[in-house]
């Protein structure tokens, strides 16, 4: 592994005895609730992510609420291994984690059971949001290397409440939400809880007024003292114009402090909004056995809706080049309508936990199966040539609605078994097992019946770590673990593999760290290293039987991280530095060997402060940092590093019987201009500016 760089390393040692300071001279306070809470759900140990050979955290519905995080993309502002992967105002969010692509498809769930994020999904009925940082062959069968994100759904509170809330934002957004949680019966075994919200979207971003609802309603039943049903259903819509990103002027970076970041190239006459259509739905069983056993099952169901339309910006017909905009600043622009999509998710987890007593040692075991079914079912689309736009967004084009191509219809059936083990080998050090089996068919068709391909796979992925508690608060572990992801060679005529399944892409990771947790204060440093396959298209492609799509090398992760949430009696801090060395190593091209990959930050930093000022209220500041990145995979542009500042006020006071919770913030404060992200979409370079300075007012009424 390549030595941490230094300068990450005095930064991580700082948050550290930062934390070991404050353990030591803070006077003890009393913590309703901590930032980072038990996951099993995710981690799959019932566990806190302090006690974890893992980095794992949880963000609460508060939390997010303070710094105004409406959607998943929003928890970049919060974690330095989490960045941007293509956010788009008005689309669906894409992050990426240690410097690798989340995917949409497999690596999110909701309450436990895989769903796709390929929607804009709400948090208005979250209570929180649970990350799992890295290789997550254990917790999926396939998914990419980057983690799991986990959507914890809201469930009826033990007492009755009733909290409204009302926000205006900058430009003309507003948003109205009702969180009403009540307990029925003679012994109040019956809870029901409702989620409503509406809002009207119009951000500062020009040409994107939108609207958004949801309805939620989530209940359950405890029947005896030994078993609960929940069951939740939740319903919501987002109609808003997608946000179309800027790209390279030929072999120039365009000025960010000359581009207005409230200019929205999707502005044509006939530009139309993307439409999310969701609705999902759940219901759990737990029953408590004997001997401190319980079985759990769960089923799962999201259907999707989607009208995906876009004034859709891409390359420069005049010199050919399809990765960047003409060098003048004109660019392709097309007419993308795809409606009517259709996406279903069905998942059903069955599985069983508790204690057992083998060869003289305490095993705290679990095993299940987990069974889902996916679904998307399109139309016919169009993508057809409107004319030249332009970098001012005056260009007025024709619009091309006829649909003149084929979209593709996908299925996939997969079924996992799994086993995981938390064994006791002494009082301080503890064995971790995980394995997971996945036997998956996929199957993909043109909407006109072309190009089929269809194959299955079956794989296992194992995960083991060693933990040992150095003292009473500290933990310092290693861990190993293998995850898959799966690709086909396409059925077209160029490829000599059309239609043959490469063999499975196994990915590694070896993580190493030290992590403390009490009750003011709770830190971690970690040292990683991931090594993911890497697919590509070897030959020229440009006549039948020209190519071949095979695993070339691989992509190689190092970084260590570091994290530190504080709390004293008025206030705390949350921050987090992570050092990322990403690297193309292994190819038969030796030109690729030694890339950086595009839109990846080398060094992120992120901190968030509160702190009292009078009773009642309290001020906030944030700080953002991401280090320079590339705009191409050649490296041959680079994007300069940027730091945002935010800041914020909360006031808290009491009326009677209620709780009144006033926020006011503004995001950006110095108005930084900059270029946030570089993604690389379609063999297409893009560019996204950082949000202008944005206030933001809401109050919050607990009855």
């Given at each position: 592994m390549a030595q941490p760089n230094p300068s990450l390393l005095a930064t991580a040692a700082a948050l550290l005895a930062a934390?070991?300071?404050?353990?030591?001279?803070?006077?003890?306070?009393?913590?309703?609730?901590?930032?980072?809470?038990?996951?099993?759900?995710?981690?799959?140990?019932?566990?806190?992510?302090?006690?974890?050979?893992?980095?794992?955290?949880?963000?609460s519905a508060e939390r997010l609420d303070d710094l105004g995080i409406k959607q998943?993309?929003?928890?970049?502002?919060?974690?330095?291994?989490?960045?941007?992967?293509?956010?788009?105002?008005?689309?669906?969010?894409?992050?990426k984690i240690r410097g690798f692509d989340l995917d949409n498809r497999f690596n999110l769930r909701r309450d436990g059971l895989p769903i796709t994020g390929e929607t804009a999904l709400s948090l208005v009925n979250k209570s929180g949001i649970e990350l799992l940082k890295g290789s997550s062959g254990m917790q999926a069968g396939t998914s990419s290397p980057a983690g799991i994100v986990n959507f914890v759904v809201k469930r009826p509170l033990t007492e009755d409440g009733t909290a409204l809330m009302l926000e205006a934002i900058q430009g003309g957004s507003v948003q109205a939400s009702l969180d009403h949680s009540q307990r029925l019966g003679a012994n109040r075994e019956f809870g029901m809880r409702v989620n409503l919200s509406a809002a009207h979207l119009d951000p500062q971003l020009r040409n994107s007024k939108g609207r958004a609802h949801t309805a939620a309603l989530a209940t359950d039943w405890r029947i005896s003292p030994d078993t609960l049903v929940e069951a939740e259903v939740e319903f919501n819509r987002q109609s808003q114009p997608s946000q179309q990103g800027f790209s390279l002027l030929?072999?120039?970076?365009?000025?960010?402090?000359?581009?207005?970041?409230?200019?929205?190239?999707?502005?044509?006459?006939?530009?139309?909004?993307?439409?999310?259509?969701?609705?999902?739905?759940?219901?759990?069983?737990?029953?408590?056995?004997?001997?401190d056993w319980r079985v759990q099952a769960a089923l799962g169901l999201q259907r999707l809706r989607t009208d995906d339309r876009l004034a859709y910006a891409f390359g420069c017909f005049a010199v050919e080049d399809y990765s960047r905009f003409c060098a003048d600043g004109s660019f392709d622009l097309y007419d993308f309508r795809s409606e009517n999509e259709r996406r279903d998710t069905t998942a059903l987890d069955i599985s069983a936990?508790?204690?057992?007593?083998?060869?003289?040692?305490?095993?705290?075991?679990?095993?299940?199966?987990?069974?889902?079914?996916?679904?998307?079912?399109?139309?016919?689309?169009?993508?057809?040539?409107?004319?030249?736009?332009?970098?001012?967004?005056?260009?007025v084009t024709t619009p091309q609605p006829d649909l003149t191509d084929q979209n593709t219809n996908r299925d996939e059936r997969s079924n996992e078994l799994y086993l995981r083990d938390r064994v006791a080998l002494t009082a301080d050090t503890t064995a971790w097992l995980g394995l997971r089996h996945t036997r998956l068919h996929r199957e993909s068709v043109r909407t006109d019946g072309s190009r089929p391909t269809a194959y299955p796979q079956s794989v296992t992925t194992p995960w083991v770590a060693l933990s040992h508690a150095i003292a009473s608060d500290w933990l310092l572990y290693a861990s190993w673990g293998q995850g898959i992801e799966s690709e086909v060679a396409p059925n077209r005529a160029r490829y000599k593999n059309r239609g043959q399944a490469l063999p499975a892409l196994k990915s590694r990771q070896t993580e190493i760290g030290l992590k403390t947790g009490s009750q003011r204060v709770e830190g971690s440093l970690t040292v990683f290293d991931i090594r993911r396959p890497v697919w590509r298209d070897i030959g020229t492609c440009s006549a039948s039987d020209s190519c071949e799509r095979l695993a070339d090398g691989y992509a190689h992760h190092r970084g260590v991280e570091a994290s530190a949430d504080l709390k004293w009696s008025a206030g705390g801090l949350f921050a987090s530095a992570m050092r990322l060395q990403a690297r193309r190593e292994g190819s038969a091209d030796a030109a690729l060997n030694g890339l950086l990959p595009p839109n990846v930050p080398e060094t992120t930093i992120k901190a968030h402060v509160r702190q009292d000022l009078l009773p009642g209220l309290q001020a906030q500041f944030g700080l953002r940092y991401e280090g320079s990145r590339f705009a191409t995979p050649e490296n041959s542009i680079a994007l300069p590093a940027w730091t945002v500042a935010d800041a914020g006020l909360r006031y808290t006071q009491l009326q009677g019987n209620q709780t009144w919770i006033w926020r006011a913030a503004v995001d950006n404060l110095t108005d930084r201009r900059a270029w946030r992200e570089s993604p690389w979409q379609f063999e297409h370079s893009y560019l996204y500016p950082l949000a202008p300075r944005t206030f933001r007012i809401s109050l919050e009424v607990r009855l």
């Amino acid at each position: 592994m390549a030595q941490p760089n230094p300068s990450l390393l005095a930064t991580a040692a700082a948050l550290l005895a930062a934390g070991i300071a404050s353990a030591q001279t803070l006077p003890t306070v009393s913590v309703a609730g901590k930032s980072t809470e038990a996951v099993p759900s995710l981690s799959g140990f019932n566990e806190a992510p302090a006690k974890l050979p893992m980095q794992a955290l949880s963000l609460s519905a508060e939390r997010l609420d303070d710094l105004g995080i409406k959607q998943l993309s929003g928890i970049t502002k919060l974690d330095a291994s989490v960045s941007d992967a293509y956010n788009a105002v008005g689309y669906w969010s894409q992050l990426k984690i240690r410097g690798f692509d989340l995917d949409n498809r497999f690596n999110l769930r909701r309450d436990g059971l895989p769903i796709t994020g390929e929607t804009a999904l709400s948090l208005v009925n979250k209570s929180g949001i649970e990350l799992l940082k890295g290789s997550s062959g254990m917790q999926a069968g396939t998914s990419s290397p980057a983690g799991i994100v986990n959507f914890v759904v809201k469930r009826p509170l033990t007492e009755d409440g009733t909290a409204l809330m009302l926000e205006a934002i900058q430009g003309g957004s507003v948003q109205a939400s009702l969180d009403h949680s009540q307990r029925l019966g003679a012994n109040r075994e019956f809870g029901m809880r409702v989620n409503l919200s509406a809002a009207h979207l119009d951000p500062q971003l020009r040409n994107s007024k939108g609207r958004a609802h949801t309805a939620a309603l989530a209940t359950d039943w405890r029947i005896s003292p030994d078993t609960l049903v929940e069951a939740e259903v939740e319903f919501n819509r987002q109609s808003q114009p997608s946000q179309q990103g800027f790209s390279l002027l030929g072999e120039r970076l365009p000025d960010a402090g000359s581009v207005d970041p409230r200019l929205n190239l999707n502005n044509q006459p006939w530009s139309l909004p993307v439409v999310f259509d969701n609705t999902h739905a759940s219901l759990r069983v737990q029953h408590k056995l004997t001997g401190d056993w319980r079985v759990q099952a769960a089923l799962g169901l999201q259907r999707l809706r989607t009208d995906d339309r876009l004034a859709y910006a891409f390359g420069c017909f005049a010199v050919e080049d399809y990765s960047r905009f003409c060098a003048d600043g004109s660019f392709d622009l097309y007419d993308f309508r795809s409606e009517n999509e259709r996406r279903d998710t069905t998942a059903l987890d069955i599985s069983a936990s508790g204690p057992a007593q083998l060869a003289g040692l305490r095993h705290d075991i679990t095993v299940g199966a987990l069974s889902s079914r996916f679904k998307s079912r399109f139309q016919r689309q169009a993508y057809n040539y409107a004319g030249n736009g332009n970098v001012d967004g005056s260009a007025v084009t024709t619009p091309q609605p006829d649909l003149t191509d084929q979209n593709t219809n996908r299925d996939e059936r997969s079924n996992e078994l799994y086993l995981r083990d938390r064994v006791a080998l002494t009082a301080d050090t503890t064995a971790w097992l995980g394995l997971r089996h996945t036997r998956l068919h996929r199957e993909s068709v043109r909407t006109d019946g072309s190009r089929p391909t269809a194959y299955p796979q079956s794989v296992t992925t194992p995960w083991v770590a060693l933990s040992h508690a150095i003292a009473s608060d500290w933990l310092l572990y290693a861990s190993w673990g293998q995850g898959i992801e799966s690709e086909v060679a396409p059925n077209r005529a160029r490829y000599k593999n059309r239609g043959q399944a490469l063999p499975a892409l196994k990915s590694r990771q070896t993580e190493i760290g030290l992590k403390t947790g009490s009750q003011r204060v709770e830190g971690s440093l970690t040292v990683f290293d991931i090594r993911r396959p890497v697919w590509r298209d070897i030959g020229t492609c440009s006549a039948s039987d020209s190519c071949e799509r095979l695993a070339d090398g691989y992509a190689h992760h190092r970084g260590v991280e570091a994290s530190a949430d504080l709390k004293w009696s008025a206030g705390g801090l949350f921050a987090s530095a992570m050092r990322l060395q990403a690297r193309r190593e292994g190819s038969a091209d030796a030109a690729l060997n030694g890339l950086l990959p595009p839109n990846v930050p080398e060094t992120t930093i992120k901190a968030h402060v509160r702190q009292d000022l009078l009773p009642g209220l309290q001020a906030q500041f944030g700080l953002r940092y991401e280090g320079s990145r590339f705009a191409t995979p050649e490296n041959s542009i680079a994007l300069p590093a940027w730091t945002v500042a935010d800041a914020g006020l909360r006031y808290t006071q009491l009326q009677g019987n209620q709780t009144w919770i006033w926020r006011a913030a503004v995001d950006n404060l110095t108005d930084r201009r900059a270029w946030r992200e570089s993604p690389w979409q379609f063999e297409h370079s893009y560019l996204y500016p950082l949000a202008p300075r944005t206030f933001r007012i809401s109050l919050e009424v607990r009855l």
